[in-house]
């Protein structure tokens, strides 16, 4: 049986982005939940030191100038709420964590800590859509400076949606987002989407989470 041209491309199109994106499951639906649990557009305020675990203030002072944001705890007490494990305090300081978790997630965290990199964005929202915890994370080339780390959130978007603007994340940060564009997320580091400098790494979260 010969299928029209038009007919079978459009029933190509619409397999490969079925295949990619693929069905959100119940174990993501989960991971989702739990993260949304979390507030974080109430919690782990830029401008404050924060308790890493809550994100409440401590009421310690600020004494220097810096922003004080708080992407890399965030994404640690999130991963600590699945019953993973990714850098945090005490073994790293809050300080240029995102930096450190970078370096860790592509050693340590991907030989022993159950870390798996992911190709792309693509990939990562399969990844998230079957469950997995997610991170997308990029190192800033001034060591002095902060790099970014945020979740993906399962999610539909195909993959031209994905190539134009990434998946979607959770994220704290210069803002916080409980949903918005990686694009977006990652907007006070311009260069790491276009450029492709974001990492992805993904690791199943523990039993009963």
Known sequence: MRFPLAALVLFLASTAVLCVAGEI???AKRVVSVLESMHVEEH???GAIVDWRTGDPTGKAVTDTGKHTHCSQFAAA???KLGIY???PPEHSAVLLANA?????AGEGRTGGGWTPVADGVAAQDAANRGQVVVAVCQNADPKKSGHIALIRPGSKTPEQIA????DVIQAGGTNF?????KRGFANHPQAFPKGEI???AHAPAAGH
Do not use: H, V
Not at 164 to 167: K, Q, S, T, V
Not at 178 to 182: D, E, F, H, Q, R
């Open 101 to 105: 978790q970078f370096d860790w997630l």
């Open 44 to 46: 782990w305020i830029a």
């Open 164 to 167: 134009a603007e990434g998946p």
């Open 25 to 27: 499951t119940p174990e």
């Open 78 to 80: 999130a991963c600590e």
């Open 86 to 88: 990714i850098l945090r």
């Open 178 to 182: 409980t949903s918005t564009s990686l």
């Open 199 to 201: 990492r992805f790494y």
